[in-house]
């Protein structure tokens, strides 16, 4: 067995590397469930309490605006409120690539703790947005700083985990976009009795939020995981297991050289562009329940404290529709396009509960709202389909990308729909997302 080559932390590692540092190695599978179970507490709490600031700050928009956002800022009238939602994506599009190019270039760890940081100066400084513009430039700024995050957690887990077990893991840290829409309406419903020091609840709600980000920020510089090569905590033995289990999975452990031609190839294949629109379609949802829930029910005339609480459940469903469709994908082999197409079901039901029950059928009409969660089980496949099949680090970066840019489009067109003159109760609105998750389910099938 070769003996185990020193390296320096910037030196790229490929594939062809690792198959000449090390021979093959036998793999007891005691002892490599041993081993992944001691990644998973390496990785996934890190990972999924970063996913889960990450989507609080994004989503405390949609809790702000009952309680004196839209009126401070005039956002109540035609799709003002829609615009503050969407530009983040627009911020989000423009950084997607350049910070999955610089987590490619330079450690993850030290890429994400930066915009860990600079996102939470960001949420700090929100409550100064005085006017309608100075929150439309807020959130774009917010949208650049975030967009590397989930990126650079595909990245992670491409670089960590086997083909068969990338799907939970990603489903995993994905949860818990649902687990902090569990809490964060716990949190500002407390927040939205806070009043003095001219300042108004939903500034409170931002200030919190931006300060425990930046503390989260300052500790990722330690926390964060390194790469399978230069992580502490790993025997010698134990890290040939990870470097054969890295060739198993053809794919290098990291590289920070950018190959052009990777590139051109995964711009030239009808798979990308595929995965592309599919994420468009099927996260027009997100954009409905990270935006809008608050507001869909507040017009079915519940106050601003009830309406918080009514967020609970959607929290709940989307941790348990994303954890599912996760297992699904893990246990049932090339089931992801079918979840996908699957998930669209419920989706288009519950738009249909929305668009045509009377407002006296207020219960029916919630259920319908939750319903729509169900598109985050669709969601996760896509996330999955992005790296698990294909090979080469530059080549998954350019799919990581683009599942992404997927995404930001389709939370772009959800708002774009809920013009304000369809409200309170947005018919049309429900109208729009029913025919994107059709498209949706057409092409998954």
């Known amino acids: 067995m070769a003996s185990e080559k020193k390296t320096n932390e910037g030196e790229a590692i490929t594939i062809d590397d690792v198959a000449k540092r090390s021979e093959i190695v036998e793999i007891d599978p005691a002892e ?51 615009w503050v939602s969407l530009i983040f994506y627009f911020g989000y599009l423009i950084g997607t690539y350049p910070l999955s190019f610089l987590a490619q270039k330079y450690p993850p760890r030290i890429i994400c703790a930066i915009i860990c940081i600079l996102w939470a100066v960001v949420i700090i400084c929100t409550p100064a947005a005085g006017s309608y513009g100075g929150l439309l430039a807020n959130r774009f700024l917010l949208g650049v700083t975030e967009a590397g995050v989930s990126p650079i957690f595909m990245l992670v887990v491409g670089m960590w985990y086997t083909h068969p077990e990338q799907v939970l893991r990603s489903s995993f840290w994905y949860s818990f976009s649902g687990g902090s829409l569990v809490i964060s309406p716990l949190i500002n419903y407390g927040l939205g009795h806070i ?51 890295i060739k198993a999975n053809n794919a290098g452990s990291e590289n920070h050289n ?106 029916g009409r919630i259920v319908g709202f939750y319903l729509i969660n169900c598109f985050s089980s669709g969601w996760v496949q896509c996330i999955g389909l992005g790296t698990s099949n294909v090979a080469g680090h530059t080549k998954k970066s350019v799919y990581a990308a683009g599942t992404f840019v997927g995404y930001s489009v389709g939370n772009i067109i959800g708002p774009l729909v809920f013009d304000a003159k369809y409200a309170p109760r947005y018919k049309e609105s429900f109208i729009g997302i029913m025919v994107c998750f059709s498209v949706s389910l057409v092409i998954s099938l």
């Not at 041993?34 to 970063?50: A, E, G, S």
């Not at 017009?299 to 709940?316: K, V």
Request: glycine content about 8%.
């Open 32 to 82: 490599e469930k041993k081993l992944v179970r001691k990644i998973d507490w390496k990785l996934m709490p890190v990972l999924c309490f970063t996913y889960a600031l990450q989507y609080y700050d994004k989503a405390i928009l949609s809790q702000a605006a009952v309680f004196g956002l839209r009126e401070d800022l005039q956002l109540a009238d035609g799709l003002r409120y829609s």
């Open 195 to 245: 009043s003095g020091a001219g300042l108004h609840p939903w500034q409170y709600m931002y200030l919190i939020a931006g300060a425990a980000t930046f503390l989260w920020g300052i500790a990722l510089w330690w926390l964060f995981p390194e790469t399978p090569w230069h992580a502490p905590g790993f025997d010698e033995h134990e890290r040939k297991v990870l470097l054969e289990r």
């Open 258 to 363: 950018i190959k052009v031609h990777h590139v051109r190839e995964a711009l030239s294949d009808y798979q990308f562009w595929s995965l592309i629109l599919l994420s468009i379609t099927t996260c027009t949802g997100g954009g409905v329940i990270n935006t809008f829930s608050s507001i869909v029910f507040n017009g079915m005339g519940f106050t601003n404290f009830q309406s918080l609480l009514l967020n609970l459940p959607n929290g709940g469903m989307a941790f348990l529709c994303i954890l599912g469709s996760g297992y699904i994908g893990r246990m049932v082999p090339n089931s992801r396009l079918y979840v996908v197409a699957a998930s669209s079901f419920p989706v288009i039901l519950g738009c249909a509960l929305l668009w045509k029950l009377p407002d006296s059928m207020r219960a």
